[in-house]
């Protein structure tokens, strides 16, 4: 890199470094509707499990909210951990919260023929019979059983339609 002030250097070595992160983010984008087999495992999707690549893994966590869970890539993680950490100190009840999410939650890796075993607490969470959806959200994924993910398609949202529809 040519000499820079040194402010500017490291404003211009930031922004790289932000333009890499998200270039190596993972973008979860469509729809699949897999179904559970006798030992209650789904073929993770070929196209998404490229995006998550190396160690073939994900972090599924039931939504406090909604009978969804969100599933996490590695890096992504990191990025909310790394988000976590700025914030400060923790009080009791971040603690007992982050306890609590993470002691729901599972690491779901694939076998060689892209199928995941998601465990039973998180299936009964999501209320599954036999169909899911997953569903990409961008820096994630939503597994819904099929008849929630139904119900839950939204009305309109001004903020989701203009992030994606509005003019540049």
Same mark, same amino acid.
């Given at each position: 890199?040519?000499?820079?002030? +040194? ?12 333009? @890499?992160?998200?270039?190596?983010? $993972? ?8 179904? #559970? ?5 789904? =073929?993770?999707?070929? @196209?998404?499990? %490229?995006? =998550?690549?190396?160690? *073939?893994? #994900? ?13 996490? +890539?590695?890096?992504?993680? *990191?990025?909310?951990?790394?988000? #976590?950490?700025?914030? *400060? ?10 306890? %609590? ?14 199928? @995941? ?6 299936? $009964? ?13 961008? +820096?994630? =994924?939503?597994?819904? %059983? ?5 119900? $839950?398609?939204?009305?309109? %949202? ?7 529809? *509005?003019?540049?």
């Amino acid at each position: 890199m040519a000499y820079l002030p +040194t402010k500017r250097r490291r404003v211009e070595e930031d922004a790289m470094k932000n333009a @890499v992160q998200y270039q190596e983010s $993972a973008l979860f984008v469509g729809s699949f509707m897999p179904t #559970l087999d006798a030992k209650r495992r789904i =073929v993770f999707p070929a @196209v998404w499990r %490229s995006l =998550v690549g190396e160690p *073939g893994r #994900l972090f599924a966590f039931p939504h406090p909210d909604e009978k969804c869970l969100h599933l996490y +890539t590695e890096r992504e993680m *990191g990025r909310r951990l790394a988000r #976590l950490r700025e914030g *400060g100190a923790l009080d009791e009840t971040d603690r007992r919260a982050i306890r %609590s999410f993470a002691a729901g939650a599972e690491m779901l890796a694939w076998d060689a023929q892209g199928r @995941v075993r998601i465990g039973e607490a998180l299936l $009964a969470h999501v209320e599954a019979k036999e169909r899911l959806a997953l569903v990409g959200m961008l +820096t994630c =994924v939503e597994l819904w %059983s099929a008849e929630h993910f139904d119900l $839950a398609l939204p009305a309109g %949202s001004a903020k989701a339609e203009d992030a994606f529809f *509005g003019g540049f």
